[in-house]
């Protein structure tokens, strides 16, 4: 029997979290009671976009949108309106959903778990026309900061948000500025890190391209509280739309003197250079950057003294990422109580995460601290494409680690990544999953860090790369048992002798892959075998019993190794394979495999 | 500008302007952008747009670049926003699609449902 009568419970995050089971169930109970469960029937759906007035319960055909109901309510809705027909007008909804408004439902979904502070106006305004950021509030904390706040007060309030650089070490912004504040001198230096290096991270570059008028009303803020009037943005030359537009930034403020002489009239002069950098993933490192903007080769110098006190041709110098300073005017327009109320208690604040590899949503997003890896890579990134199954995701780049599944319920936040052996890093979200090798992934980063490593201290530059030499070697089949703990003590050596910190991180994605995927290590020397058939030496494809015999791997093989029957399981002539893999690619179940047998069944912990 | 009353003033200026574009002014139509957008084909949709507009002669449109909106994986996007404030957003949008939009959402009112993010990204 058809039911005449929907009712429709919104189970979007906020109704869900506002009770609408509890409701649907009450809902069930209650059309029982009336005999109603043949004529009307209920259903969960999706948010409807009227969050703050949730729960939201839709009642078909009628399309009476009903808000903020309460289980108590759902009597009087089932008697008076599924039954007599007679809308309960006490609680429709008072302005009815425009349909208009939400017809992007994925778009939705999407942004209903962000919280966008840093990238607030990233893809509504036009970076290029400074009136559209004034117009959203632009520079209107700048003046407020140079006409009502003493620098005192500034560092006072961003030390009291919480906020946490975020280029990675989450080392406390309002602490930096004091440092830099304390120290006694003429001439001091702000500087905007924009060396955006991380394989896979785009964050800052969207920020930057989006919005630049943010970094710059943050970083004369920072001029103000620490009593310098110089700033300098050091960026990649490889960003050259980034570039352009914040040369058209700068000279728009200039234009309308927000940058320049005597701002508001408060006798604080600031102004702000370019300086363009070859790409160097260690300038990224602040002395290795200070180094770079001074002409010299970008290497990192030991610590302390620190930049605050002795940093660009040696005057106390403030260097901040990109995403800390777009935080920054949003601190000062809605107060720091309002900052630390967001994320978690040690991590207040949202974070910028570019969200790349096996995953369906590619893209940038804006999360609460405290949000889980869980939420981050399914609700919003919409999962693993291709039937795959989640492996692990690598945060922090070069210089992270990997987290797996059991882990994947933790909060996001600077300590805690830190426990599970990867780090906040500049916010790269690297997705694999079951087709991707961890030994090859791991190489794949110590390459990267062997080609930057500038060479300046022994343990980074040679260390390095007797790692990666020792990674190849698995790789091709010829490692052995010995090598990983090799690896290991090799790893930890480098981690505790390195100059600075590229070296000190840069052990980090083979020594957690080596905790976590050890048996796929063991795989690969002693086995000889790389499970998810991404080490070509060490690969052997074989068809599983779920092949339903559809020809398409032997269609696809480029050398005719695959034999077989239609609708019966067909085989694989390893003797002719040449390992391309195209087979595993067209099948469309998902039946070929470079797994050993029994490998998913058996728990190997060496 | 001096003082924080002619930021102030300037601002309630641009917010009219922005405003007037967004709701009684007409259509304002953003296409993102970023280095992503521009890698997968944001200027040539833009060019598109201002060539479609001027040859149809359609008034009261506003076309602007913007940042990137986050959505990577379907660039290049374009977001039309209309008088009553709907937002349309479409993904991986080409020349020839331009010209559709042009012609059915823009000249007839009528949004491209096959083309919009909710339709393509699940």
Redesign the interface.
Known sequence: MLENIHILICGGTDCHNADAKGIRTEFDRQLELHELTGDAKTVITGCMGQCEKGPIVVVYPDEVFYANVKPEDVEEIVTEHVKNHRPVDRLKIKEPI?Y??I?????LK?YSKQKRIA?R?????????I??Y??R????AL??VL?EMTPLQVIDTVKRSGLRGRGGGGFPTGLKWEFASKSVDDQKYVICNADEGDPGA?MD???L???PHSVLEAMAICGYAIGANMGYIYIRAE?P??VERLRIAINQAKD???LGK?I??SGFDFDIELRLGAGAFVCGEETALIASIEGERGMPRNKPPFPAVKGLWGHPTNVNNVETFANVPVIFLKGADWFKAIGTEKSSGTKVFALGGKI???????VPMGTTLREVIFDIG?GIPNRRKFKSVQTGGPSGGCITTKDLDTPIDFDNLVNLGSMMGSGGMIVMDEDNCMVDVARFYLDFTVEESCGKCTPCREGTKRMLDILDRICEGEGTLDDLRILEKLGNMIKDTSLCGLGQTAPNPVLSTLKHFRNEYIAHVVDKVCPAGVCSKLTTFSITDGCIGCTKCAKNCPVGAISGKVKEKHHIDASLCIRCGACKVACPVNSITTKPMGWEKEERHV | MKSLEDLRKLRDEAKRNMNMRYVKGGVRIQVGMGTCGIAAGAGKAYNKFLEEIQENDLKNIFITQVGCMGECAFEPIVEIIEENGTHSIYCQVTERMVEEIVEEHLMGGRPIERYLLSAIKR
């Open positions: 425009d208009k408004k017809k992007n439902y994925s778009e999407f990238l106006n990233c893809g509504s305004i036009n970076p290029t026309d009136k559209e004034i117009g509030d632009g520079y209107q003046g407020q006409t785009f570059r969207a920020v391209e989006g919005d960003y739309v980034a309308y003197q927000l005597n508001f009239n369906m949503n590619t893209g940038l997003l804006e919409g």
